[in-house]
């Protein structure tokens, strides 16, 4: 079965400075990778998606991933962070036709 | 667009008490989702359907969650009797199916409460 490991359950970053948020992904087949983000007491919306294409995807509000075989690993960047980013990120992975598998969560904290 | 549609957005209910959650998928999507998320346990798919039907129903925990799709804009998640453990806040998503290469669009969720 396909999994996804988020290690941790917060980061605190100051305003500006870079924000890396870890994704591990273990998969028995070439995987589709997705990042979610979940805004207070909203549902998930769409950051970015992996589907065997550029291995570098860029999604909005400036955040970016990178898929990385050799390290089943599709962590998630911004170069520099902004109050409103301030949300729980979700990393998934398919599972099989639409059925995604999501991580723990990572919430994000922006300090000005 | 309007979106996915979820009502109630907040349950407060006893404990014995049937739950009904509805949800609207957005209009042409033909996969629905269910999830439950809580502090606890995180993000779980509670069952999936395709074009009315359901595909994985794997997470739904007991018999006393029942789910069904009658027609392509409308799904209900029923508990019957509900449990304070079955707090939560629920949500519903849709996406086009397409081997998983669309996005699912979540709903704001139900924030149930039973006491």
């Known amino acids: 079965a396909q999994s996804v490991t988020q290690l941790g359950s917060h980061v605190s970053v100051s305003e500006g400075a870079l924000v890396l948020l870890r994704c591990n992904y273990s998969s028995s087949v070439p995987p589709y990778l997705f990042w979610y983000v979940q805004y207070p007491n909203q549902g998930l919306q769409l950051l970015l998606k992996?589907?065997?294409?550029?291995?570098l995807v860029k999604g909005i509000n400036g955040f970016e991933a990178e898929f990385k075989k050799s390290e089943t690993s599709f962590h998630l960047t911004k170069p520099s962070a902004h109050m409103s980013d301030a949300a729980e990120y979700f990393c998934a992975v398919r599972e099989f036709l639409e059925k995604l598998v999501f991580g723990k969560g990572m919430k994000l904290t922006v300090n000005p | 667009d309007a979106g996915v549609i979820q009502s109630p957005r907040h349950e407060v209910t006893e404990m014995g008490q049937e739950v009904t959650l509805r949800c609207k998928p957005i209009s042409g999507h033909n996969s629905l989702f269910w999830y439950r998320q809580t502090m606890m346990r995180g993000l779980e798919l509670l069952i999936y359907?395709?074009?009315?039907?359901?595909?994985?129903d794997s997470g739904m925990p007991e018999d006393r969650f029942s789910a069904k799709m009658p027609n392509a804009s409308f799904s209900t998640l029923k508990i019957q009797p509900s449990e304070p453990r079955d707090s939560a806040v629920y949500f519903c998503?849709?996406?086009?199916?397409?081997?998983?290469?669309?996005?699912?669009?979540f709903g704001p969720g139900t924030r149930l409460t039973v006491t």
């Open positions: 998503a849709s996406s086009l199916s397409a081997g998983g290469l669309y996005e699912q669009y």
């Open positions: 992996y589907t065997s294409a550029a291995t």
């Open positions: 359907f395709n074009n009315n039907v359901p595909i994985d």
